[in-house]
T-cell receptor, first 113, second 110 residues
Framework: TQLLEQSPQFLSIQEGENLTVYCNSS?????LQWYRQEPGEGPVLLVT?????EVKKLKRLTFQFGDARKDSSLHITAAQPGDTGLYLC?????????????FGKGTLLTVNP | DAGITQSPRHKVTETGTPVTLRCHQT?????MYWYRQDPGHGLRLIHY???????DKGEVSDGYSVSRSKTEDFLLTLESATSSQTSVYFC?????????FGSGTRLTVV
């Protein structure tokens, strides 16, 4: 069974601060996805990283995939209250016609005004 | 956005009763998934389908069954609901680069 460990589990910061969320595994994934979930809604895809060492930027969010494709990080610069939510990483394993995701337990981020 | 809807959004049921949750998609996708989300456990795969009448178990399938008689509908049934099945249930379909999730069904078993 593939496992994804996310850290920290909870994070409460002030508006304007920077933060990093980590997603680690002992398994290799074909791709790594990041989702954000707001209360009462399903997770929404933020980004997918595919290549080892890949860095993607989405406004103030920077996503990195580890060289060995076993870990990833999400860095938020100058956090805003609108960034509040549950951040989930998910690793994709593919084989044949199957396509399944393994999810981390999530990081609950609260950005205080 | 992909069309995926879940019903009902909320349900309270009694222990021992059967419950069916519905997921409907308009994307004609082969794959559909059912997850449950619980505090401290994250999202866990219950069952998935890779085509009409083709389903397989996930990591937490005990106590659940599924059916897929049409491409667009994937049903999750709790044969005899237990309090441990109180959870938020999400349906998902794969997209080009990730999953699209429904808005979830909050199920409470009392």
């Amino acid at each position: 069974t593939q496992l994804l460990e996310q850290s920290p589990q909870f994070l409460s910061i002030q508006e304007g601060e920077n933060l990093t969320v980590y997603c680690n595994s002992s398994s290799v994934f074909s791709s790594l996805q990041w989702y954000r979930q707001e209360p009462g809604e399903g997770p929404v895809l933020l980004v997918t990283v595919v290549t080892g060492g890949e860095v993607k930027k989405l406004k103030r969010l920077t996503f990195q995939f580890g060289d060995a494709r076993k870990d990833s990080s999400l860095h938020i610069t100058a956090a805003q209250p609108g960034d509040t939510g549950l951040y989930l990483c998910a690793g994709a394993s593919s084989g044949g016609s199957n396509y399944k995701l393994t999810f981390g337990k999530g990081t609950l981020l609260t950005v205080n005004p | 956005d992909a069309g995926i809807t879940q019903s009902p959004r909320h349900k309270v049921t009694e222990t021992g009763t059967p419950v069916t949750l519905r997921c409907h998609q308009t994307e004609n996708h082969r794959y559909m998934y059912w997850y449950r989300q619980d505090p401290g456990h994250g999202l866990r795969l219950i069952h998935y389908s890779y085509g009409v009448k083709d389903t397989d178990k996930g990591e937490v399938s005990d106590g659940y069954s599924v059916s897929r008689s049409k491409t667009e509908d994937f049903l999750l049934t709790l044969e005899s609901a237990t309090s441990s099945q109180t959870s938020v249930y999400f349906c998902a379909i794969p997209g080009i680069s990730g999953y699209t999730f429904g808005s979830g069904t909050r199920l409470t078993v009392v």
